[in-house]
């Protein structure tokens, strides 16, 4: 079984948890208040800016060049691609500069991002891996449920957009080189540093849920 699998495996209950998430189920159906999802994108672009400097951190620890290429595209792609998801809703919602300048980060957020990034900064590029797969492989998973189940989701005038984009090929590859990457910086590894692995993965898929909830929780 290739590590990824294993990791997926350990973290299976939580990841199902998200696609029954008040808040997961309200994109898919539509019904989810605007103002959480407002609350949610301007969150979320905060956080883009700390998950890109991580894969930032992965290009500078990476033990070779094909490692280090995956990580620079990886950060080109969230920066070029993932938050011109975000640009269009924040057009939609009228979230001007000033207002991301001034925002400040939900201590779920950044007790997230600060996680992630002190992998980054101590640890090396499998455990980076590790750090960033529950968000990039996650959302893929949940938006292409969606398009499985409800498959006129797609079109709804508002979540259409996020679900279109995470359930896209584009984003899908995405997840195919991060998954890869990490197979491969870990082939051979031992039970004990597996197990360290599995370890920042269940934490960050934990981190997710509080996220989820994060949004679900805003009052306005």
């Given at each position: 079984m290739k590590i990824t699998q294993r990791l997926l495996?350990?973290?299976?209950?939580?990841?199902?948890?998200?696609?029954?998430?008040?808040?997961?189920?309200?994109?898919?159906?539509?019904?989810?208040?605007?103002?959480?999802?407002?609350?949610?994108?301007l969150q979320d672009?905060?956080?883009?800016?700390d998950y890109a400097r991580v894969f930032a951190l992965g290009a500078a620890k990476s033990p070779d060049i094909e490692t280090m290429t995956m990580f620079a595209h990886e950060l080109t792609d969230t920066l070029d691609n993932e938050m011109d998801i975000h640009d269009g809703y924040m057009g939609l919602f009228g979230i001007t500069q000033e207002e991301l300048e001034k925002a400040e980060m939900a201590v779920e957020n950044s007790s997230y991002t600060a996680y992630m990034l002190r992998v980054a900064y101590e640890e090396d590029a499998a455990a980076i891996c590790a750090s960033v797969l529950a968000c990039a492989?996650?959302?893929?998973?949940?938006?292409?449920?969606?398009?499985?189940?409800?498959?006129?989701?797609?079109?709804?005038?508002?979540?259409?957009?996020?679900?279109?984009?995470?359930?896209?090929?584009?984003?899908?590859?995405?997840?195919?080189?991060?998954m890869a990457a990490t197979?491969?910086?870990?082939?051979?590894?031992?039970?004990?540093?597996?197990?360290?692995?599995?370890?920042?993965?269940?934490n960050c898929s934990l981190f997710e849920t509080g996220f989820?909830?994060?949004?679900?929780?805003?009052?306005?």
């Open positions: 495996k350990a973290v299976e209950k939580t990841w199902d948890g998200y696609y029954a998430h008040p808040f997961v189920a309200g994109i898919k159906d539509g019904s989810l208040d605007k103002e959480k999802f407002r609350y949610y994108i672009y905060l956080y883009l800016i492989y996650s959302y893929e998973v949940l938006a292409k449920k969606m398009v499985q189940d409800r498959p006129e989701c797609l079109e709804d005038p508002l979540y259409g957009e996020w679900i279109r984009g995470y359930a896209s090929k584009e984003y899908a590859n995405v997840s195919e080189r991060l197979d491969r910086l870990c082939k051979g590894i031992s039970e004990e540093r597996y197990a360290h692995l599995e370890n920042i993965f269940v989820w909830d994060m949004a679900w929780n805003y009052k306005g």
